[in-house]
């Protein structure tokens, strides 16, 4: 079993940044990639970003250059750096561990949420 912990979220305006972490704890040794996910009301969950166990990094084409995903090993934590941040971005964002589906689209651990609103 793997825990996962966010933080971070809340209200910004427009073009301003936020950083939300993700805590892991558990069984954490075999995971092969964690994510970020949102959901809008309405829409759809996507996958916003990446991170595998060689780091390699990927993100959806709506935040590429705007958001940044990186890990803490040594903390057990991943970290998603969002700047340039518009109303579009508002959402519930999860952190994601052990990513699998068609373009992972499907994680075996989730997190509970952590709402991102951005003011116009």
């Known amino acids: 079993q793997v825990q996962l912990v966010e933080s971070g979220g809340g209200l910004v305006q427009a073009g301003g940044s936020l950083r939300l972490s993700c805590a892991a704890s558990?069984?954490?040794?075999?995971?092969?990639?964690m994510g970020w996910y949102r959901q809008a009301p309405g829409k759809q969950r996507e996958l916003v970003a990446a991170?595998?166990?060689?780091?390699?990094?990927n993100y959806s084409d709506s935040v590429k250059g705007r958001f940044t995903i990186s890990r803490d090993n040594a903390k057990n934590t991943v970290y998603l750096q969002m700047n340039s941040l518009k109303p579009e971005d508002t959402a519930v964002y999860y952190c994601?561990?052990?990513?699998w589906g068609n373009g992972w689209s499907e994680a075996g651990f989730w997190g509970q949420g952590t709402q991102v609103t951005v003011s116009s």
């Open positions: 558990g069984s954490i040794f075999s995971i092969n990639a």
């Open positions: 991170i595998t166990s060689d780091d390699t990094t």
């Open positions: 994601a561990a052990d990513l």
